[in-house]
């Protein structure tokens, strides 16, 4: 490049620095597979075999024409990326522990000592104590590579895979319970139609950057935005209204919302009579939902009445559509002869909805949310007026009680019906099937033709459960079909809800018992010893059963548990001979592992992620450069320690020994089928067989491959797939359209994925019944870590790093204080002499941490706040806030059998909660 020249003439040094530092000489597509709300396209630009820098793509066109399109869809976290690449924490060569365990002691040792070694210890746990004594701790960060990776060698060693949504918990327990799946969030695009829209638990100016300008959008438009949170977040400045509620006071303003829009006559009784359970009626005797089984010798239990006024009786439902040709009573008390005889007083469940919002009056409601009572009112009335749209976050999943508040936010958008329609319903993520990734489990070679044939398998089997095939194709499916079919898969599945093994393995038996930590009626105890023989199946591994291999892939047990550094550590850690981190960088997991091997970093590797329907397409990153060092991929890296395992099988003479679980196969033999009989053994060719199955599968479009994606560098959601996954959210993805979920539902009368077919909202079994949780209502948190304690401490993600993944990424430091902050309101600080950036010692019954304060009066006096992220490597004497963190379950999230409450991957299963931990905060000495 020529040296510029300045306006007298010679050369510019600035100018000359600044053009060389953007010059390049090659260009590939890029993302970064962080599990942040968006998937986006990149272009990576490099010089002599590095990264010089990137930068959005800006290449999405626009759904319709009357929305603004998504880009230029990124954030600082995507443009600093490629930094991680040369960062001083970065893994270059395989790693052996030298001294203790967290001594940072290490030698480098060569890849295949690194392999054996897994390997052998692989094989000892097989045949001393069985392949469910090695255990994947799973990451959802690293794209489909990676979790290809881990996925099919959990599934073909049969080993125990934990679910890393519970880990983490971002499992919505009250999205699950009304809707029958997290799958219910719209595309971002969706709330550019609002008229209201309400950022519930969520601070989208720190978490949602790639999609924050549809919320600008949708005011230009002249949407009202409102902020209900407990502090005034970074959120409230580009907010119409904040409302600030009380710490867990969610759910008595949304139902005292609700009480407002009943009494009001705000209802819209149609939405409530075809979408919910609220008509079907419930003995008043039992507080149980009226079943076929009640009136008919030998009836369903999954079948359910309605009362039709005309007739003056009782009308079965059907289980396969939505609607009536009559309209159902949403109130009054009405007389049943039972089967055997007897009669019984029934009441629709809407009913008793009514008698339970009567204790939520605005005026009473106010003492429990601290909103004022006039402010409630017109906020419903804003709710009922017009289209209405939800941005919540998971941080209610981390409340003990988020499944009453989600479960408040739904009905409230039920008593309006703001959902399926544009510019309604929840603004949630969720992830959506990549279904590539389904059928290279059930797969025995590579290419099209045997995944058509177990497509054809599948659609047989699903085709079985339909009870008739509508002429554009549509099945109508019984309500049960979907968890039916889930369900059973995973049983056969590797993926593992990790509460029982937290119980029976890490130690956490005493805290979940703590009755003043809690708020079961009965002793927690008695809840597990009465729900165990139901999740037997998915016990792993089991009480008796030591585990003894750990593999940490691209996650961080220590920092994502729940109290995991002070629990895993003491309990868990002693009985592991192996702990292993597959990772990119050195992370609290891996400065207290065995091995740590090193994983390529995003631009080092071809991938794609995951898509979801926030943003609906299916992005891909290219390799950019050649690994650093000796690093691999996942893929390489898991194909590895199959090779190895079947090696050293066939030299210790235990090769014919047959593992796996969905399919039966030789240890000797583990590599071949791996790697589908050698066709896979490249990144490449893996992720084109994703993506080529995928397109088979109707998601991506036919012609969808590796070597199309590196000319467009992204592929749009097209289809809803072969898969049951794929209507979960009850919406089609067609061309033109916007994603809005529930939009089948509503438009075309498809049932829900729920016992009762409907959205859910009355919950008959016996332990909700006893909880008084059978409808949506209100609790206080219980005082988990000290009752009587000063402080509730909550959290988030940060806008400078959102996972701990970017938080030592020397760009991102410079945004930061370079340490963690715990957020303390200034008045409180001052009175108890904590000045800005002082050392405070957080503490509770459980333990404590030192943390540097940051002073603000934006949070409220009895909050503090501790945004997420950080490793507990960069606390002093490495104790973070899971010291103070108990990990308590909710009882009720054992419940198992009753209709869609059962486990399926990602989904229904008990998970710990962190947010209101009660702390006293003080002075450091």
């Not at 009226?290 to 039709?308: H, K, P, S, T």
């Not at 009308?315 to 089967?339: I, N, Q, S």
């Not at 093994?501 to 105890?525: I, V």
Request: net charge negative; proline share 6%; aromatic share 10%.
């Amino acid at each position: 490049m020529a040296a510029s020249l300045s306006p007298r003439g010679d050369t510019d040094p600035t100018q000359d620095a600044y053009r060389n530092r953007f010059s390049f000489e090659r260009v590939t597509w890029g993302s970064h597979c962080a599990n942040c709300i968006a998937t986006c396209s990149y272009r990576v630009f490099c010089t002599d075999g590095r990264v010089r820098f990137e930068e959005q793509s800006g290449t999405f066109p626009q759904t319709v024409p009357d929305v603004p399109d998504r880009n230029p869809m990124g954030c600082q976290k995507g443009a600093a990326w490629h930094a991680q690449i040369d960062s001083e924490d970065r893994v270059l060569y395989p790693l052996q522990r030298k001294g203790e365990r967290g001594s940072g002691e290490w030698e480098r040792i060569s890849w295949d000592d690194a392999l054996t070694r897994v390997a052998d210890a692989v094989l000892d746990a097989i045949e001393e104590s069985g392949p469910e004594a090695v255990l994947v701790d799973e990451g959802p960060e690293g794209g489909m590579l990676t979790i290809g990776g881990y996925m099919r060698f959990a599934n073909l060693l049969g080993c125990v895979s934990l679910d890393g949504n519970a880990t983490v918990n971002d499992m919505p327990a009250g999205h699950v319970l009304t809707f029958g799946s997290m799958a219910c969030g719209s595309s971002a695009e969706n709330t550019f139609d609002s008229d209201v829209v309400l950022i519930w638990h969520c601070n989208p100016a720190y978490t949602r950057i790639p999609v924050f300008h549809y919320l600008t959008e949708a005011r230009y438009r002249g949407a009202e935005v409102v902020l209900i949170a407990p502090d005034f977040s970074p959120s409230a400045p580009h907010a119409d209204f904040f409302v600030p509620v009380v710490p867990g006071g969610d759910a008595a303003l949304g139902l005292a919302m609700c009480r407002v829009i009943v009494d009001e006559g705000l209802v819209d009784g149609d939405f409530v009579r075809t979408q919910t359970d609220l008509p079907l009626l419930v003995r008043t005797d039992t507080r149980a939902l009226l079943r076929e089984c009640d009136l008919e010798a030998g009836g369903r239990d999954n079948r359910f009445y309605v009362w039709d006024p005309t007739g003056s009786c009782v009308r079965l439902v059907a289980d396969d559509r939505l609607g009536f040709d009559f309209e159902p009573a949403l109130r009054g008390r009405y007389t049943v002869t039972l089967a055997d005889g007897t009669e019984a007083e029934v009441s629709p469940a809407f009913d008793l909805l009514v008698d339970r919002l009567a204790g939520f009056a605005p005026e009473d409601a106010t003492h429990a949310c601290g909103v004022n009572a006039e402010t409630i009112r017109v906020l419903a009335r804003k709710v009922a007026a017009g289209r209405t749209s939800i941005w919540e976050g998971f941080d209610t999943a981390k409340h003990y009680h988020g499944d009453l508040m989600e479960r408040a936010m739904n009905l409230l958008l039920a008593l309006t019906g703001n959902w399926g329609r544009r510019g309604t319903g929840l603004d949630t993520i969720a992830g959506w099937p990549f279904e590539g990734a389904y059928l290279i489990e059930m797969k025995d070679r590579a290419g099209l033709e045997a995944a058509e044939q177990v497509h054809d398998r599948v659609s047989t089997m699903i085709g079985s459960l339909a009870t008739h095939v509508e002429e554009d194709g549509l099945r109508r499916y019984p309500a049960s079909a979907f968890h039916q079919f889930i369900h059973f898969a995973a049983i056969q599945a590797s993926t593992t809800p990790p509460f029982f093994f937290w119980l029976n393995h890490c130690g956490y038996g005493p805290t979940f018992e703590n009755a003043e930590w809690g708020a079961s009626p009965r002793p927690f105890r008695e809840y597990v010893e009465e729900a165990t023989p139901q999740w037997a199946p998915l016990i792993r591994p089991g009480p008796d059963q030591t585990p003894r291999v750990l593999l940490e892939v691209g996650t961080n047990a220590l920092r994502r548990t729940r109290g995991g550094s002070r629990m895993l550590l003491e309990h868990l850690w002693p009985k592991l001979d192996l702990v292993v981190s597959l990772d990119n960088r050195i992370n609290s997991a891996g400065l207290h592992a065995d091995l740590i091997l090193p994983a390529a970093h995003e631009a080092e590797r071809v991938n794609v992620q995951y898509p979801v329907s926030h943003t609906v397409e299916l992005v891909f990153s290219d390799q950019a450069v050649e690994p650093a060092g000796e690093a691999r991929s996942d893929w390489q890296i898991f194909g590895g320690i199959c090779a190895a395992i079947s090696r050293r099988a066939t030299e210790r003479g235990s090769g014919d020994r047959e593992v796996g679980r969905m399919r039966r196969c030789r240890l000797d033999s583990l590599h071949d089928v791996f790697t589908l009989h050698g066709a896979l053994t490249s990144d490449e060719a893996m992720v084109d067989e994703l993506v080529r199955d995928t397109a088979l599968s109707g998601v991506i479009a036919d012609d969808a491959s590796l070597a199309k994606l590196r000319k467009v560098g992204w592929e749009p959601i097209v289809g809803n797939g072969g898969f049951p996954m794929g209507n979960a959210a009850g919406a089609p993805f067609e061309e033109g359209r916007i994603f809005t979920a529930q939009s089948w539902r509503v438009e075309r009368g498809v049932v829900y994925p729920t016992m009762t077919g409907r959205a859910t909202f009355y919950v008959d079994h016996p332990w909700f019944i006893e909880a008084g949780e059978e409808l949506p209502t209100h609790k206080p948190a219980p005082g988990t870590g000290g009752p009587g304690r000063e402080f509730v401490l909550t959290g988030g993600h940060p806008r400078w790093s959102i996972h701990a993944c970017n938080a030592t990424n020397p760009l991102i430091l410079e945004t930061t204080r370079g340490h963690p902050t715990l957020v303390v309101n200034s008045r409180v600080a001052e009175a108890k002499g904590i000045a800005d950036d002082a050392r405070v010692r957080v503490h509770n019954d459980l333990g404590s941490f030192v943390v540097q304060a940051r002073l603000s009066p934006t949070v409220r006096p009895g909050q503090v706040v501790l945004y997420a992220a950080w490793e507990p490597y960069g606390f002093e004497n490495w104790a973070d806030a899971t010291r103070v963190e108990a990990g308590m379950v909710k009882w009720l999230h054992l419940v198992t059998g009753w209709g869609h409450l059962r486990y399926t991957p990602f989904q229904w299963q008990p998970a710990p909660f962190d947010r209101l931990t009660r702390v006293d905060v003080d002075p450091a000495e």
